[in-house]
């Protein structure tokens, strides 16, 4: 019985210094916890900034193609318009030249 006696009080003695230790590393756990916590909501804010400054770079950029290529299509049609009226006078010039006779031996 004093055995039996002496695990209990070794397993109680054992208890009663481990319990504590626990419960502190406990609250360090807990601690350590919530600095990685706030560190991971840090990175986490500044990535998101440099996403959002990227992301607004791009559209800019983006923008900035738009407007170009507005500009080039502006400038195609206006030759395009140019080529056209050019090719209606030259289609004007052929039916204007006389196709037989005036100037030529046979007149």
Do not use: C
Request: glycine share 8%; no cysteine; net charge neutral.
């Amino acid at each position: 019985m004093s055995f039996l006696l002496a695990i209990f009080v070794a397993t109680a003695t054992l208890a009663a210094l481990i319990v504590p230790t626990l419960r502190r590393l406990d609250r360090k756990i807990d601690v350590v916890q919530a600095g990685l916590d706030k560190k991971i909501d840090g990175v986490q804010a500044r990535l998101e900034k440099k996403i959002d400054g990227v992301q607004a770079r791009i559209e800019t950029k983006i923008e900035g193609v738009q407007a170009e290529l507005r500009m080039v299509e502006r400038r195609l049609g206006d030759r395009i318009d140019t080529l056209s009226d050019r090719v209606a006078r030259l289609e004007g010039r052929v039916f204007e030249v006389p196709l037989h006779g005036a100037g030529t031996e046979a007149d």
